[in-house]
Every structure is written in structure tokens, then in C-alpha cells.
């Protein structure tokens, strides 16, 4: 601040230099409120400006870490079979059937609005054939009215035991057009990978979002505004905080589950999803270590967070 002054200073110091007295001071006080204006005022409100922006954005970045937090651990529904409906108007709903592991089953399209008969009939259809116990309806256009008209159906047919549950679709499409869902379902479109992701939102919330970008599943608003680089960090820190807190069934997680494990990259959790596919179930801990390129220290690292289920110990 006082280099500031002294540059407005300079600027009137040549003609201090030929006044004296009264001129003086005058001109020293106008270097001064020159300065002020031109130099110090602003660079103290900048100043200012940049410390209540990082107040906030710290703020912000706690707020949609919780948000994520409370995403990520939400209850999840378990081992259930699990009817999907990612509702539409124009294009229809698309309708996927799941099994009590998140197996895929099969699909359909149905058109409540436009053929509300047809759209009743297979409902009924698929309900008698494969009995779900929930029917997960995605919330996005036309949610309200399909989850609507599926209680209808329900009470309808008298099936009471059958619970209805709207689930965000926040992500779902990053989900259906990434790499990921095109190498879990390559004979399907993203609209039945869209379908697929709501119901195992609904079976366990963890597993599934973990999968999306956490930018992506709707933990807050103005998240462009941020710094980019300090909320993916926060961001990633949750999603691994929590993983790690509930743990990981090895048998059953999904490399890029996995991947979130302490000690664990993604080169270790596909080689671990391999081993998996080519020996069958894990069913000691110690069996961890004949991974590939999982050494000692990683397997130190990350046993206490994989569980299996199966094991005799």
C-alpha cells in the first residue's frame, strides 16, 4: 500500500520540488488522493474480492461434497429384481428388467400417453412373467405421469407387495454414452443403458454412481463457477471416503468400483475383475495376492477394505 502511494507521489514530485509551503502540501495531498483513487482503492478492493471468493468457494465445495456424500450412501434397496422405466413422451419409455445381482434381463418400449392400453398390457406382462419387487421410474420428463399410470397398473392387477420408487436420472446419460456402459452392454442403444443405470441406482446407489463423473450426478449448482482442479479433488476425496467406509464385496464390484480402494489403481482393479472371470470367486483374502502387479504393499493397503463374503475365516 505505502509503494502505491509513493508511486502516485512521484508522479507530483517534480513540481513539489519548485514549491514551497502552502503548494507544497497541496500538491502532496493531491498526489495522495491520486494515488488512492488510481492505485490503492482498487487493489484494496480486489483484494477484498479475491478473499470472499475463496471464503466461498470453500463454502461452496463443502456443500456439494456433503451433497455427494449424502448421494453416495444413500440406503439401498439390496439385492431385489428391479423393474426400470426411463420415462419419455415422444420417444416412449423405455422399460428394462434386472435381476436381484443387477443382471440384465431384458427390455422393451412402451406409450402411456399415446397407447395407454397396449402400455398396460405389457406392463402386466412383464410383471407376471419376471414378479419385480420394485419398479424404478426415472424423474425426468414425463416421470410424474408414468409413475402415475404404473400405480394404476398395479392397482389394477391387485398387486399390493410391489413398491414404486422415482429415481433421479441426474448422470444417467454421461453414464449410458460413456465408455464404460458401451463396453457393459454393446448391443444396446444408451437410451436401455439409461433404463439400466436407474435400476441400479435403486439396488445400491454406491456402486452405480461411482461409475459417473460426481460433477455429473447433480451435487449442486454454479459448479462451473469453481475452481476446477480444488472440486474434482474434493469431489474424488468423498467418493473414495465413502467406498472405503462401506466396503468393497470383491466378488461382485466392478473395476471401476474397485478402483476407489485404497491401494488400488485401475490397472489392479481390472486385473482383479480378470483373475475373477478366469478363476472364479475369491474365497480368501490372502487369494488377493496372486493378482497381477498387486503387490505386498497395495494388498497392506487394501484388504481391510475388500470383503469376502465366502471365505471360511
Do not use: W
Not at 502505491?4 to 514551497?20: E, Q, R, Y
Not at 422405466?85 to 422399460?95: A, E, M, Q
Not at 464404460?180 to 454412481?209: C, H, M, N, T
Amino acid at each position: 500500500l505505502y509503494t502505491d502511494i509513493a508511486c502516485g507521489v512521484n508522479a507530483g514530485i517534480t513540481s513539489i520540488f519548485v514549491l514551497s509551503g502552502e503548494g507544497k502540501m497541496e500538491e502532496l495531498r493531491l498526489a495522495a488522493a491520486d494515488a488512492y483513487k488510481r492505485l490503492v482503492s482498487p487493489a484494496c478492493e480486489l483484494d477484498v474480492t479475491m478473499e470472499k471468493k475463496q471464503e466461498s468457494d470453500r463454502a461452496a465445495v463443502e456443500v456439494f461434497a456433503e451433497n455427494l456424500r449424502n448421494l453416495l450412501l444413500a440406503s439401498p434397496l439390496g439385492e431385489k429384481r428391479v423393474l426400470a422405466i426411463d420415462p419419455g413422451i415422444r420417444t416412449g419409455c423405455k422399460v428394462a428388467m434386472l435381476d436381484a445381482t443387477g443382471k440384465f434381463l431384458g427390455n422393451t418400449v412402451i406409450y402411456p400417453m399415446q397407447k395407454p392400453d397396449e402400455s398396460r398390457e405389457i406392463i402386466a406382462k412383464i410383471v407376471v412373467k419376471y414378479k419385480p419387487e420394485a419398479i424404478a421410474i426415472g424423474n425426468g420428463t414425463a416421470g410424474r405421469e408414468t409413475e402415475a399410470f404404473v400405480r394404476t397398473t398395479l392397482k389394477t392387477m391387485n398387486e399390493k407387495d410391489i413398491i414404486v420408487v422415482s429415481v433421479s436420472e441426474s448422470g444417467a446419460s454421461v453414464y449410458s454414452a460413456s465408455e464404460l456402459g458401451a463396453k457393459e452392454f454393446p448391443d444396446y442403444d444408451v437410451s436401455i443403458r439409461s433404463a439400466v443405470s436407474i435400476a441400479r441406482r435403486l439396488q445400491d446407489p454406491l456402486a452405480e454412481l461411482v461409475k459417473i463423473d460426481p460433477k455429473s450426478i447433480g451435487v449442486g449448482q454454479y459448479q462451473h463457477d469453481m475452481k476446477q482442479t480444488r472440486l474434482d479433488g474434493a469431489l474424488k476425496g468423498v467418493v473414495e471416503d465413502c467406498v472405503n467406509a462401506v466396503g468393497v464385496d470383491i466378488n461382485t464390484a466392478s473395476y471401476s468400483l474397485l478402483s476407489y480402494i485404497s491401494g488400488i489403481n485401475m490397472t489392479c482393479a481390472k486385473n482383479i475383475v480378470k483373475y475373477r472371470e478366469e478363476n472364479g470367486e475369491f474365497v480368501t483374502r490372502a487369494q488377493i495376492l496372486k493378482v497381477p502387479r498387486l503387490g505386498a504393499k497395495a494388498f497392506e493397503q487394501c484388504a481391510g477394505f475388500l470383503r469376502v463374503p465366502n471365505s471360511k475365516e
